[in-house]
T-cell receptor
């Protein structure tokens, strides 16, 4: 069966510091991968999605970047965090097959920028 | 573009009450429709789905029917439990990359 991991689970970082969040998927190949942000009490905002290694689309201009160095690894980064980067970050995957639209989510990373 | 509209929350019910959470959508083409549930501090879990008109998705006592004529996908459960307290998201899927468009979520609180 497939599993998705995210780490760290929680993170407190000062403004201006760098960020690296990691997501890995097991038990599947060539998945589509997604990064979302969920602000407190708000809905989901799609940040990046990737249909393959080094194939990444950015949905919203922002202070963040994403990379996919391996087929089942997706990394969210920032060079200098802003207060507005605080939130709950969710990684998700999809089998990448036509007609299979559902996404499966990881447990999330709670980021607090102080 | 695609959009999903959900009823505002929070919805507060007594245990064993009937639940309806409304969801309507706007989409080009023929989307698939989904309901996700998010428990506090956790990621989203797929609750049910429907891929074409008149399909009924069901899981754990929850049901939703894909109504193309009213562009709706309302979530229902006949008898809610305290353990159903969570945030529920309606979503539609279409387009390249299998992206999903989410509603803003509806918080459900079930009390004894």
């Amino acid at each position: 069966s497939q599993t998705i991991h995210q780490w760290p689970a929680t993170l407190v970082q000062p403004v201006g510091s760098p960020l690296s969040l990691e997501c890995t998927v097991e038990g599947t190949s060539n998945p589509n991968l997604y990064w979302y942000r969920q602000a407190a009490g708000r809905g989901l905002q799609l940040l990046f999605y990737s249909i393959g290694i080094d194939q990444i689309s950015s949905e919203v201009p922002q202070n963040l970047s994403a990379s996919r160095p391996q087929d089942r690894q997706f990394i969210l980064s920032s060079k200098k965090l802003l207060l507005s980067d605080s939130g709950f970050y969710l990684c998700a995957w999809n089998p990448g097959l036509a007609g299979v639209g559902e996404q499966y989510f990881g447990p999330g990373t709670r980021l607090t920028v102080t | 573009g695609n959009s999903v509209t959900q009823m505002e929350g929070p919805v507060t019910l007594s245990e064993e009450a009937f639940l309806t959470i409304n969801c309507t959508y706007t989409a080009t083409g023929y989307p698939s429709l989904f309901w996700y549930v998010q428990y506090p501090g956790e990621g989203l879990q797929l609750l049910l789905k429907a891929t074409k008109a008149d399909d009924k998705g069901s899981n754990k006592g929850f049901e939703a029917t894909y109504r193309k004529e009213t562009t709706s996908f309302h979530l229902e459960k006949g008898s809610v439990q305290v353990s159903d307290s969570a945030v529920y998201f309606c979503a539609l899927g279409t387009g390249g990359g299998n992206k999903l468009t989410f509603g803003t979520g509806t918080q459900l609180k079930v009390e004894l």
